[in-house]
Nanobody
Framework: QVHVVESGGGLVQAGGSLRLSCAAS????????MGWFRQAPGREREFVAT????????YYADSVKGRFTISRDNAKNTVILQMNSLKPEDTAVYYC?????????????????????WGQGTQVTVSS
């Protein structure tokens, strides 16, 4: 079992920045896929970013590319989402997700079903 906890959400004005942290415990997660999703009211949970296998293997949703950066520290089983140039449409509950099963180079792991463990979510609100 893996326990996942997010932190760092809050209220920010458009154009501002926030840094989300995700800490996972229970198993070693060396380079297993760890990703971020978000869900706005009335909408489905959508992919934001993921990282696995190496620091270079990262994928982003088109809507956040160039503004958000995902990074990780395997020694601490943590993943960070740095969010810059925030927009009101980024408002959502942000979830950290961990896949602890086989993974394959070239896969995107950009759907919720690709992940096994989830955090409780952290609210991000961007005011206009």
């Amino acid at each position: 079992q893996v326990h996942v906890v997010e932190s760092g959400g809050g209220l920010v004005q458009a154009g501002g920045s926030l840094r989300l942290s995700c800490a996972a415990s229970g198993r070693s997660l060396n380079w297993y896929p760890m990703g971020w999703f978000r869900q706005a009211p009335g909408r489905e949970r959508e992919f934001v970013a993921t990282n696995y296998e190496s620091r270079a293997r990262t994928y982003y949703a088109d809507s956040v590319k160039g503004r958000f950066t995902i990074s990780r520290d395997n020694a601490k089983n943590t993943v960070i989402l740095q969010m810059n140039s925030l927009k009101p449409e980024d408002t959502a509950v942000y979830y950290c997700a961990v896949r602890h099963g086989p993974y394959y180079s070239g896969s995107y792991y950009n759907t919720p079903k690709d992940y096994d463990f989830w955090g409780q979510g952290t609210q991000v609100t961007v005011s206009s």
